[in-house]
């Protein structure tokens, strides 16, 4: 089996949004920051220290969002992030939940409603600027 997972980049507020994650998602999170790889022997600025080089938040065999801070001394800006979420309509009790908790705080673009395709959608920016995508399949056809 293979796996895609997003790996989403801040600027200092890695470990909060990702805890934010795991009491939304539930899961394991792991966290290794930039102090314990060598800090500022790494280029770091001794303020970033702290900030998290990587983490991973495993919620199940098919679910892992990774993420980390964006130090000062690496060009460039975090970009827009965006993840998607999709599953079976078994599922729309446990996606319906992780919409709530990552509502909270949220601007919602999209309601998480009834689509004209049948599905189920919708889209939220985050308390931490991630756009999140939910889609729940409809209910299978009765045979």
Same mark, same amino acid.
């Given at each position: 089996?293979?796996?895609?997972?997003?790996?989403?980049?801040?600027?200092?507020?890695?470990?909060?949004?990702?805890?934010?994650?795991?009491?939304?998602?539930?899961?394991?999170?792991?966290?290794?920051?930039?102090?314990?790889?060598?800090?500022?022997?790494?280029?770091?600025?001794?303020?970033?220290?702290?900030?998290?080089?990587?983490?991973?938040? +495993?919620?199940?065999?098919?679910?892992?969002?990774? !993420?980390? /801070?964006?130090?000062?001394? *690496?060009? =460039?800006? &975090?970009?827009?992030?965006?993840?998607?979420?999709?599953?079976?309509?078994?599922?729309?009790?446990?996606?319906?939940?992780?919409?709530?908790?990552?509502?909270?705080?949220?601007?919602?673009?999209?309601?998480?409603?009834?689509?004209?395709?049948?599905? +189920?959608?919708?889209?939220?920016?985050?308390?931490? !600027?991630? /756009?999140?995508?939910?889609? *729940?399949? =409809?209910? &299978?056809?009765?045979?």
């Amino acid at each position: 089996m293979i796996n895609l997972n997003p790996y989403v980049n801040w600027r200092g507020q890695a470990r909060e949004a990702m805890e934010f994650y795991q009491s939304v998602l539930g899961g394991d999170l792991r966290v290794m920051t930039f102090a314990d790889m060598g800090g500022t022997a790494m280029g770091v600025a001794e303020a970033e220290v702290d900030w998290v080089m990587h983490a991973a938040l +495993s919620v199940s065999d098919s679910v892992l969002l990774m !993420g980390a /801070d964006h130090p000062s001394h *690496i060009p =460039g800006e &975090p970009q827009t992030q965006q993840v998607s979420i999709s599953g079976p309509a078994e599922d729309e009790t446990t996606l319906r939940s992780w919409w709530d908790g990552l509502s909270d705080g949220a601007t919602v673009f999209q309601p998480l409603e009834k689509a004209p395709w049948g599905d +189920s959608f919708g889209m939220l920016k985050d308390k931490y !600027g991630v /756009d999140w995508l939910v889609n *729940i399949a =409809g209910a &299978p056809a009765a045979e």
